[in-house]
């Protein structure tokens, strides 16, 4: 399964962004997979930002809780991130990947992220 990120962009603080993450070859598996959402910033480890089960169960990391939300379109094969309130801190490239649970760890391959940037 390959996944494809898109919906990075700069954006002030305080703004919006929809991150979306489309699975090729997983066909109609895609709705038994555990998702998730990660970023890296410069110079850091790549982090869990949020994660949905087949369930539609989902978990977030501190940080982002009550500002971003994951959700999944099935029938589309694609995961999104909803993004509010952003902060300068939120900049990083982030990436979706299967995951083990619904506290990760990711199991699948990387694909290439998309890059958000909160700046004024």
């Known amino acids: 399964v390959q996944f494809v990120e898109s919906g990075g962009g700069l954006v002030q603080p305080g703004g919006s962004l929809r991150l979306s993450c489309e699975a090729s070859g997983s066909g109609s598996l895609f709705n038994i997979l555990n998702m998730g959402w990660y970023r890296q910033a410069p110079g850091k480890q790549r982090e869990l930002v949020a994660t949905i089960a087949r369930t539609y169960a989902t978990n977030s990391a501190d940080s982002v809780k009550g500002r971003f939300t994951i959700s999944r379109d099935n029938a589309k094969n694609v995961v999104y991130l909803q993004m509010n309130s952003l902060k300068p801190e939120d900049t990083a490239v982030y990436y979706c990947?299967?995951?083990?649970?619904?506290?990760?760890?990711?199991?699948?391959?990387w694909g290439q992220g998309t890059q958000v940037t909160v700046s004024s």
């Open positions: 990947n299967q995951v083990a649970g619904i506290s990760g760890p990711p199991i699948g391959s």
